[in-house]
């Protein structure tokens, strides 16, 4: 007899949007748990700031991947294929359906694609590009990418200086051999399912959102990572934009509003990379 085909749900779409209520939906609908593919809510550490699933939530439905990082470990697309692959290979050997679900484009395509033909990192443009920030700041970094990249410039987080040094890395270097990936063990379909919106209504989401965030204490939270601000972790929205309040150059509505801003250009790239999925 032949076996039933696994299959991948991998749920996807702007922050905010409702992707984990979906995947709950669909993990309790098939019995079967959820692989989170998000950046941000790997770290243990952040929490109010990256809109984790409740600890309801989480006792519904096992969840991987949540918390199980720290800001202190290098953690990058290529690391979470590497270990989501093999959690996948695992998890099919009892469920013929696994749900994806996550905003972060990049991880998503290392995880089902490779990553193949990717520069490896360039420890004297890497130095070049740290002082070009240092001296002149993230609009010159932000400058080069657009010249060098304009596609990859308008669907990248370009406020975050890691993500735009990496950019510039991958752009201007030779090409090397891609990550060496554990190949999947079980044949699976794959079907997408993309989340939108109307952009007002999710834009209103995302601010709301962000209120929700304030008032459970987000400032407090990021207070207390202050001082690990330099962490590529923590180049994040939501953590970024308090440091040059706690420094004394903000109000605390210009952060608010900063947050809203970023999250809602963050939400745009997001739609962006995932209708040409």
Excluded at 29 to 43: A, E, F, K, N
Excluded at 120 to 132: F, M, N, P, V
Aim: aromatic share 8%; with cysteine.
């Amino acid at each position: 007899m032949k076996s039933k085909p696994k299959r991948l749900i991998v749920v996807v779409g702007p922050t905010a949007v409702g992707k984990t209520d979906k995947a709950i939906e669909l993990a309790l609908l098939h019995q079967c748990p959820i692989i989170s593919c998000d950046s941000r809510q790997v770290y243990k550490e952040l929490n109010i700031g990256v809109a984790k699933p409740e600890p309801a939530q989480l006792e519904k439905v096992r969840h991987y991947f949540i918390s199980n990082k720290s800001i202190h470990e290098d953690f990058d697309a290529g690391k979470f294929a590497m270990e989501a692959r093999l959690c996948i290979n695992e998890l099919f050997q009892t469920y013929d359906n696994l749900i994806i679900c996550g905003g972060t484009g990049l991880y998503l395509k290392a995880l089902l694609d490779g990553l193949d033909n990717l520069p490896g990192k360039d420890e004297q443009l890497r130095a070049e590009l740290d002082e070009i920030y240092k001296n002149e700041g993230i609009k010159a970094l932000q400058e080069r990418l657009l010249e060098l990249n304009p596609t990859v410039y308008h669907q990248i987080d370009i406020q975050n200086p890691q993500r735009l040094i990496r950019a510039i890395e991958i752009a201007s270097g030779t090409k090397t051999e891609g990550i060496q990936l554990p190949e999947f063990e079980f044949e699976f379909e794959t079907e997408m399912v993309k989340l939108d919106m109307d952009r007002e209504m999710l834009y209103n989401r995302i601010n709301k959102r962000v209120d929700l965030m304030i008032e459970a204490g987000l400032e407090t939270e990021a207070r207390a990572l202050y001082e690990h601000r330099h962490l590529n972790a923590l180049q994040t929205v939501g953590y970024k934009e308090w440091w040059p309040y706690f420094e004394g150059e903000y109000e605390l509505n210009t952060v608010i509003d900063k947050i809203k801003q970023h999250s809602r250009n963050y939400a745009k790239r997001q739609l962006t990379w995932f209708r040409k999925t």
